[in-house]
């Protein structure tokens, strides 16, 4: 089936840097779902992408839908200790409709701010 | 609940044991979904309810798992004879249905299979 592959696995930062990740796939999405997942949570919805060459911001987050529709990049800017979590990248597999519901998850990244 | 509840927030079994599952989805939303995530690992999609039509189970990794929607509201995720590999947080969303709406997640059920 489709995958994802998010870069970098893991990223150790210092507050103020910014954060650049990556999502990319073999295959086409026709959206890009960014996520969240703090510890004991469940995942929040961060930004979401409908339209190839989309550039979509949510206060300090900006999120680029590739042009190629197989990859998708969340910036994160002057990053502050709550941004610690898990980012995962998502999108559903076809071009919509019953199969909306039925996501595909990068394996992750997991950022670490330090003060 | 304003979100999507699950229950229990914990659970640990023995093997060979059956386990069931709770979610209650947020209020008017039509579609509601069961995901697994293993530790370290993203979520695995297993079954997705849509109103009324006929869920789409094709996640489940096998016939041991299942899962039903009762009046459209609640669901229960039940796993017969658990492996110790069933072992993760199993994840219940909702949302309104369709292409645009938010998927909202709860906090998941850790079920730890000894």
């Known amino acids: 089936g489709q995958q994802l592959n998010q870069s970098p696995q893991s990223m150790f930062i210092q507050e103020g840097e910014d954060v650049s990740m990556n999502c990319t796939s073999s295959?086409?999405?026709?959206?890009w779902l960014w996520y969240k997942q703090e510890p004991g949570e469940g995942p929040v919805l961060l930004i979401a992408l409908y339209k190839a060459g989309e550039l979509t911001s949510n206060g300090r987050l900006t999120a680029q839908f590739g042009i190629t529709r197989k990859d998708s990049f969340l910036n994160i800017s002057a990053s502050i200790p709550s941004d610690v979590g898990i980012y995962f990248c998502a999108g559903p597999p076809g071009a919509g409709g019953t199969s909306y519901g039925k996501l595909t998850f990068g394996q992750g990244t997991i950022l670490t701010v330090h003060p | 609940g304003a979100g999507v509840s699950q229950s229990p927030s914990n659970k640990v079994t023995e093997k060979g044991k059956d386990v069931e599952l709770r979610c209650d989805p947020i209020?008017?939303?039509?579609?509601l979904y069961w995901y697994r995530q293993s530790l370290g690992q993203g979520l695995e999609f297993l079954i997705y309810?849509?109103?009324?039509?006929?869920?789409?189970k094709s996640g489940l990794p096998s016939d041991r798992f299942s899962a039903e929607r009762t009046g459209g509201s609640v669901s229960t995720l039940t796993i017969q004879r658990t492996q110790q590999e069933d072992s993760a947080v199993y994840l219940c969303a909702s949302s309104l249905g369709g292409l645009g709406n938010t998927i909202y997640f709860g906090e998941g059920s850790w079920l730890t299979v000894v």
């Open positions: 295959s086409i999405f026709n959206t």
């Open positions: 309810f849509q109103g009324n039509s006929a869920p789409d």
């Open positions: 209020s008017g939303h039509t579609a």
